[in-house]
């Protein structure tokens, strides 16, 4: 197992990994049997990085500042779609386990409660944000790699992802390195039935391990107010994360 610390003294300006699944645009999870090949362009497989090969899972912990409140994530990820969330404020802890194509969410004491195919699919994109397995890209049924252009400053490649259903993610990919530097998420928002967007911004990049980058930092900017992740922590197994905590009694 290799672990990764967060320096204390280089919290980055990136982008939020919480916001970003919680954001989703409504999409449909795609069957391991039903992805397209992996694709072959250069940029996207940099991105990937070469030391995931003997990886099955992987725990990350921070904070989330979200609108004035501050609050704890616990994530755990295996390699075969299967994630466990914990976000802590107070006390109260928000639970979301994703097991295959089945999820649930548990907001405290209360009754945990069904996730729709949609939401299946947005909290699976929540853990995708610091760092993405090679099948990464098979999700999605169509993606489009756009000529370079310029994104603070940096040379990058625009490749836009369409999932199933849903609108369409639009991410930066560094053209040297083909990590994720920026995005535009489109997603709905239940409350007032409208259609809101998410820019992120990714940063402070370290190799956990050779071949293995995770972003650090991850910032999103949206209409109504602004979300920062902070990732103090990374472990990398070899072995996948234990059943127990994708059980529906898990940690109830």
């Known amino acids: 197992?290799?672990?990764?610390?967060?320096?204390?003294?280089?919290?980055?300006?990136?982008?939020s990994l919480a916001v970003a699944a919680l954001?989703?645009?409504?999409?449909?999870?795609?069957?391991?049997?039903?992805?397209?090949?992996?694709?072959?362009?250069?940029?996207?497989?940099?991105?990937?990085?070469?030391?995931w090969t003997n990886i099955e899972g992987f725990e990350a912990v921070g904070t989330l500042a979200a609108g004035g409140r501050e609050?704890?994530?616990?994530?755990?990820?295996?390699?075969?779609?299967?994630?466990?969330?914990e976000l802590t404020h107070r006390g109260v802890r928000q639970l979301f386990v994703v097991d295959g194509s089945a999820g649930w969410i548990q907001i405290g004491s209360n009754p945990a409660t069904?996730?729709?195919?949609?939401?299946v699919w947005e909290r699976l994109s929540w853990a995708d944000v610091f760092a993405r397995f090679p099948d990464f890209y098979r999700r999605y049924p169509r993606r489009e790699l756009e000529?370079?252009?310029?994104?603070?400053?940096?040379?990058v490649r625009p490749v836009r992802l369409w999932p199933r259903s849903g609108y369409p993610y639009l991410y930066f990919l560094d053209e040297a390195?083909?990590?994720?530097?920026?995005?535009?998420?489109?997603?709905?928002?239940?409350?007032?039935?409208?259609?809101?967007?998410?820019?992120?911004?990714?940063?402070d990049y370290r190799e956990v391990t050779p071949g293995v980058f995770f972003a650090f930092t991850v910032e999103s900017d949206e209409e109504t107010y602004n979300q920062t992740l902070a990732v103090d922590e990374v472990?990398?197994?070899?072995?996948?994360?234990?059943?127990?905590?994708?059980?529906?009694?898990?940690?109830?």
């Open 71 to 85: 609050m704890t994530f616990h994530l755990w990820r295996a390699r075969d779609d299967r994630f466990r969330l």
């Open 177 to 203: 390195t083909g990590r994720v530097v920026g995005g535009i998420r489109h997603f709905y928002d239940g409350e007032d039935d409208a259609v809101r967007e998410a820019r992120l911004y990714y940063g």
């Open 235 to 252: 472990r990398l197994s070899a072995e996948p994360p234990s059943a127990e905590l994708f059980a529906r009694d898990s940690g109830e």
């Open 1 to 15: 197992m290799r672990t990764e610390t967060r320096r204390r003294s280089a919290r980055v300006p990136g982008a």
């Open 23 to 51: 954001l989703a645009a409504s999409a449909v999870a795609v069957g391991q049997d039903e992805r397209p090949p992996q694709p072959a362009d250069p940029v996207l497989a940099r991105g990937q990085g070469s030391g």
């Open 114 to 119: 069904e996730l729709a195919a949609h939401q």
């Open 147 to 155: 000529p370079v252009s310029r994104f603070q400053g940096a040379a």
